[in-house]
């Protein structure tokens, strides 16, 4: 059986030869459409995952079992030609994230049964996140590293169990990879009113889940699957704010990635990379980070694309019969009408407020594209553009892709110029993680 892709990064971060991939955590189409064009463009391997409160058992957020979010993603690669031996699917904080009213017990039922379809559907890459206090435990303490570390090792068996039902299906079916552990931002992004800093993890914490988690595995027999465990999920200073984000510090974070260097088996996996610079993001992969994950910047990317388009829209057919998309009007009004998705994670006053709905770099306003209204509003503005974009607009409102264009490089299309928007951002992540070289 061949090696899974994964642990190429092992091997090669290990031999001094700085290499990783980023991880688009998007259900986005323009954002997969993005990813998948680009990786076939450069020859690199496209990672894609869900997590567990956007692709679930009831469908998440998404309405998508693990099965159909596949089928999704795999449709989109074949409208690009994109080969499907170089899409590695994953999931992201697969637990009891999204069943924490529950006891242990029924919570606990709740995530084997998400692991085990994931497994079953193909997906590779498996984030086990126990992390998180469940209804029954005591809330005077902190949930302890045994206890994470015992859960997250029952969860794995799962995985186990579920990967040898596939192989009975499909005897060429890979082995999953494991990430563990858990200090990072909470999933969709931090709800603190107050920005209190983002603190690197410490080296001993770092330590005792490693050797937590290794005692927990191998207490349970999976031997096999802590083998399979690639990477561990740190803090190494990163996360993104409403109009910033807060930069790698390499000097911060030296100690701990100094400390990776004694494990000759797992690399880190950094979350919440998103607006990091070039720079940042190629020294996160040289200092021990194997895995970047990134999902707000992308969505973020093609909502100002979506956003540019809509200016264009209002001046190309401003005092017209023309019926217009209303583009920003209706997302925002959809987001008034049902704010769960942003209430806890935007402060201020309500000018403040108002104006993070649109621009916030955490992005919440992703949650509400496939909504029936916005989707059928993004419709109408493409219809409307679908002619493509008179080069002084679009000179205008998208500089960049007015001179990809010009060259030729891009169709004036309102589909292809959203896609090429999300590329640039996706740019800045293929000149850090040299994952050409995972390329089947």
């Known amino acids: 059986m061949q090696k899974h892709q994964l642990k190429k990064i092992v091997q090669l971060q290990k031999e001094n ?79 009891p994230l999204t069943w924490t009213h529950l006891n242990e017990e029924e919570a606990m039922k709740e995530a084997s049964k998400l692991i085990e379809l994931y497994v079953l559907a193909g997906y590779t890459k498996i984030h086990i996140d126990t992390s998180m206090r469940l209804n029954d435990d005591d809330t005077s303490i902190p949930l302890s590293t045994q206890v994470i570390a015992n859960r997250g090792a029952k969860l794995a068996k799962v995985a186990e169990d579920a990967y040898q039902q596939l192989l009975k299906k499909n005897n060429d079916a890979a082995s999953p990879v494991y990430i563990v552990g858990s200090e990072v931002p909470i999933p969709g992004g931090s709800v ?11 080296i001993e914490d770092f330590k005792a889940t490693y050797n937590t988690f290794e005692e927990a595995f191998k207490n349970r027999g999976l031997n096999d699957a802590w083998d399979n465990v ?18 790698y510090d390499r000097e911060k974070a030296k100690d701990l990635m100094n400390s990776i260097k004694e494990y000759d088996n797992i690399v880190f996996e950094g979350h919440s990379t998103d607006y990091q610079t070039k720079q940042a993001l190629r ?12 999902g707000p910047g992308l969505t973020f990317a093609a909502r100002e694309a979506l956003f540019a388009l809509a200016f264009i829209e209002k001046e190309l057919f401003k005092d017209t019969d023309t019926i217009q998309s209303n583009f920003m009007d209706v997302l925002d009004t959809a987001m ?36 029936v209204d916005v989707s059928n509003s993004i419709n109408i503005l493409l219809k409307n553009l679908e002619n493509g974009v008179p080069l ?16 030729g490089l891009i169709k004036n299309t309102p589909e292809d110029l959203i896609i090429d928007r999300v590329i640039n951002t996706i740019d800045e992540y293929l000149q850090a993680t040299h994952q050409d070289k995972l390329w089947i």
């Open 283 to 294: 020294e996160l992969i040289e200092d021990g980070v194997g895995i970047l994950k990134v």
């Open 336 to 371: 008034l009408e049902n704010p769960k998705n942003w209430q806890k994670h935007y402060h201020g006053t309500a000018q403040e407020i108002a104006l993070k709905r649109k621009y916030s770099f955490s992005d919440r306003s992703r949650y509400y594209i496939p909504t």
């Open 17 to 95: 030869n700085p290499t990783g991939i980023y991880s688009v955590c998007s259900a986005n189409e323009f954002v997969l459409k993005a990813a998948l064009r680009r990786g076939l463009q450069t020859k690199t391997p496209v990672l894609i995952e869900a997590t567990s409160n956007q692709v679930n058992q009831y469908g998440g957020y998404t309405n998508m079992l693990p099965e159909d979010f596949k089928n999704f993603v795999y449709k989109l690669a074949k409208e690009e030609n994109y080969p499907l031996e170089n899409i590695i699917l994953g999931g992201d904080h697969l637990g």
């Open 230 to 247: 690639i990477a561990l999920v740190v803090q190494p200073g990163v996360e993104e704010k409403d109009a910033g984000c807060t930069e």
């Open 192 to 202: 603190a009113v107050v920005d209190e800093g983002v603190q690197v993890t410490k």
């Open 392 to 407: 002084n607009l679009l000179s205008q409102f998208m500089p960049i892709q007015y001179t990809k264009v010009r060259d």
